[in-house]
């Protein structure tokens, strides 16, 4: 009998290409984004309202993962920013196998910003690196307070969590309050801003903040 | 989470070593789960049970280590058990997000016989 010790993480397949991924969008000087969030939470209307300030600041890029349609890719499209539509066909979560593939389709070279809006999810997504810098999860007020203690892996991995629809919250049982509260309790790193697509509250915010932290990635890797 | 994935990527593992190291016939897996990971352990088995009659690894035992979550704090220089909500230091009371413990998804070890073994005395090697 033989016995081999390994310690080989079961997803390192998706690790390794999630690593060069994040090296290659180091030496372009390219921040990654990867947007996460329910399905309905808001991740492609967020990403509608800010892309034309996002545009302001440097070149940017999107992936849209979805199950099926390019329904997604087709908003993004109307913004003027080059878009690739991923569809997993009943797949979950992205991999970093298909943003490798993806980026073949855009000018990765002339990038400073990459967002990859991942398929609407609280649950696969989180164990699956996409060599991302940061990690912005989209919470609408609709969802209820429970969800960050229901879903706390993916809250707990998050760097910006962005609440949104507040322009619902006189007509809905949602404590903001709460929601911060148990949010920094997961993870005391987060940064969290409170949106709404609706009325533009916090957009202005929310630009700001990915821009710099687009130009903090264009510094760091000049 | 993806329990079914997960097997199939590790049997894909398992085969890649089984090939390297001469194995022929794998007798027992032993897989390291953080908790943090949320993968059903009941729902890795029926994966597992599902998958492996058609590979070298078929009528093998699985083994599952359930990995507690730990944290490290940088203070006090040691380790100490969290949950999600709770990582605090029992020793300072400060808080500490460096999570060292709980978020593995492993393949710890593999055993099996030998191509052409005439004897069972146990060897080891180390990857």
């Known amino acids: 009998m033989k016995q081999i010790l390994l310690k080989k993480n079961v997803l390192n397949n998706n690790n390794e290409i999630a690593e060069k991924l994040n090296n290659s969008f180091n030496e372009q000087g390219t921040l990654a984004i990867n947007l996460l969030g329910s399905p309905g939470a808001g991740k492609t209307s967020v990403l509608e309202k800010i892309i034309a300030g996002l545009k302001e600041s440097g070149s940017l890029a999107v992936i849209e993962g979805d199950l099926y349609t390019a329904k997604d890719a087709e908003r993004i499209e109307a913004q003027q920013v080059p878009v690739v539509q991923v569809n997993t066909g009943g797949g979950c979560h992205l991999d970093a196998k298909m943003i490798d593939n993806a980026l073949e389709h855009l000018d990765r070279e002339a990038l400073d910003l990459l967002v990859v809006e991942n398929v609407g999810n609280l649950v696969c997504p989180a164990s699956y690196n996409l060599g991302e810098h940061l990690r912005v999860t989209i919470l609408s007020v609709t969802e209820g307070n429970d969800k960050p203690m229901k879903y706390p892996a993916m809250f707990q991995k998050s760097d910006l969590i962005v609440i949104n629809k507040i322009d619902l919250l006189p007509y809905i049982d949602f404590s903001v309050e709460e929601a911060r509260k148990d949010l920094l309790s997961l993870n005391d790193k987060l940064d969290v801003i409170e949106v709404s697509c609706t009325t533009g509250e916090g957009l202005d915010h929310l630009t700001q903040y990915l821009t710099n932290a687009m130009k903090k990635q264009g510094e760091l890797c000049a | ?127």
Request: with cysteine; charged share 30%; proline share 2%.
């Open chain 2, 1 to 127: 989470m993806h329990e079914l994935s997960i097997v199939s990527q590790m049997l894909a593992i398992v085969e890649e070593n089984c090939r390297e190291h001469a194995i022929r016939q794998v007798k027992r897996l032993v897989m390291a789960i953080g908790e943090f990971t949320c993968v059903e352990k009941e729902a890795l088995r029926f994966a597992f049970d599902s998958l492996s009659p058609d590979s070298i690894a078929a009528g093998a035992e699985l083994v599952i280590r359930s990995v507690a979550p730990k944290a490290f704090c940088e203070g006090c220089q040691q380790e100490f058990s969290i949950t999600f909500t709770e990582k605090n230091c029992p020793t300072c009371g400060i808080r500490s997000q460096k999570i060292v413990a709980g978020e593995e998804l492993h393949l710890e070890s593999i055993e099996g016989e030998e191509e052409n073994e005439t004897d069972s005395s146990e060897k080891e090697c180390t990857e």
